[in-house]
Each structure stands twice: as structure tokens, then as C-alpha cells.
């Protein structure tokens, strides 16, 4: 059985000890808006392309342990700044073709 977008979120929110505004931040979206995702609402239309990449971007790194679960010693502005840099991380990562591939 596939998991929907909010239990996925909800998964990586424990297993990466996120907050809503830490996954706000991830997403690049209002904190708002992330608490209707954590609530159920699935996010629609274009910006849901952008999400579901970050999700499996967020879902990737935390099953690897790289850089979460977040350090629990950072200061509100460490933990933003940390945040970002973990997306910035994935999305540049994410954009660089494997080495193995035949293209």
C-alpha cells in the first residue's frame, strides 16, 4: 500500500525531528500551508511537483542520515540556517548525473 503525501511528511517529521516551521522551511512554503499538508490536504496542481520532489529529496536524506535527525543542540536561527543548507545540499546533489551513467 502506497502512503499518501501527508503520512510521508508525518514520517519524516519524527524520523527528522522537523517542526512545522522546519518543514516549512524545507519546502520553501508558508507555515500554514505545511500545517494543511500535515492535516491531510495533498498538495495540487504545479507547486505539487516541487513538494513531491522535496519530499523524496527530505525522505532520501533522512533514510540516509545525512544531516537529520536535525542536531537537537542548534538555536532557532542555527536550525533555519541548518535547514535551508540540507535542502540546498539535496537539490544541488539531486541535479548532479551519476558518474555510472551511460548518457
Not at 503525501?5 to 522546519?22: A, H, K, N, Y
Amino acid at each position: 500500500m502506497e502512503l499518501s503525501f501527508t503520512e510521508r511528511l508525518d514520517r519524516c517529521r519524527i524520523w527528522g525531528d522537523l517542526t512545522p516551521s522546519d518543514l516549512a522551511r524545507w519546502f520553501d512554503r508558508p507555515r500554514a500551508t505545511v500545517n494543511t499538508w500535515l492535516n491531510g490536504r495533498t498538495p495540487f496542481g504545479p507547486p505539487a511537483r516541487v513538494a513531491n520532489r522535496r519530499l523524496a529529496l527530505l525522505e532520501d536524506r533522512i533514510r540516509k542520515q545525512l544531516g537529520f535527525p536535525v542536531p537537537a543542540d542548534l538555536s532557532w536561527r542555527e536550525r533555519e540556517a541548518y535547514i535551508r543548507g540540507q535542502r540546498d545540499d539535496a537539490e544541488r546533489l539531486a541535479s548532479v548525473p551519476d558518474m555510472r551513467s551511460a548518457g
